[in-house]
């Protein structure tokens, strides 16, 4: 088993299948050794997430749909490469978090994502980032988030 599937099965994860894109774009573009992941946005196993941090969600919340984000992620990745064991690094997510005027704790809610990203990768996980906050996100989603991977 590789690597990183074996690390998947250990912490228990299940990947979700890639989803397919929206709207007309592409789930992923690769070139050279970077993979550009499109936005994912939080969608668990019930369903969409829905929501805005600061008014109907809490931050605990938040950052369980970042995990889920993060978790499409890593299922693009490996639509992408068909093996994760070619991913060298995570080299930065933007999250945007679907949140009030006064809510400040978006790095606490994209947190979610970027601890998957070392749980998983270890650390190759570590990776630069922004999170911002969003009026609103696609179909009303609490949380998307993009990524940017280094391969081989």
Not at 54 to 81: H, N, P, T, Y
Not at 101 to 107: G, L, M, S, Y
Not at 124 to 148: D, F, K, N, Q, T
Request: proline fraction near 5%.
């Amino acid at each position: 088993m590789a690597k990183i599937e074996a690390r998947l099965a250990e912490l228990g994860i299940t990947l979700p299948e890639a989803p397919m894109p929206a709207a007309n774009y592409v789930p992923f573009v690769r070139t050279g050794n970077q993979l550009f992941v499109s936005g994912q946005i939080s969608n668990g196993p019930e369903g969409l997430i829905l929501g805005k941090l600061g008014e109907s969600m809490d931050v605990a919340e938040g950052a369980m749909a970042a995990r889920f984000c993060g978790l499409a992620l890593i299922a693009q990745a490996k639509a992408a490469l068909g093996d994760l064991d070619k991913i060298k690094r995570v080299v930065k997510l933007v999250g945007f978090v679907n949140s009030t005027v006064d809510f400040t704790d978006q790095p606490k809610v994209v947190n979610g994502c970027s601890d998957l990203m070392v749980e998983v990768f270890g650390e190759a996980g570590r990776h630069a980032r922004s999170a911002v906050s969003a009026a609103s996100l696609p179909l009303g989603v609490s949380v998307e988030i993009e990524a940017i991977f280094e391969v081989e």
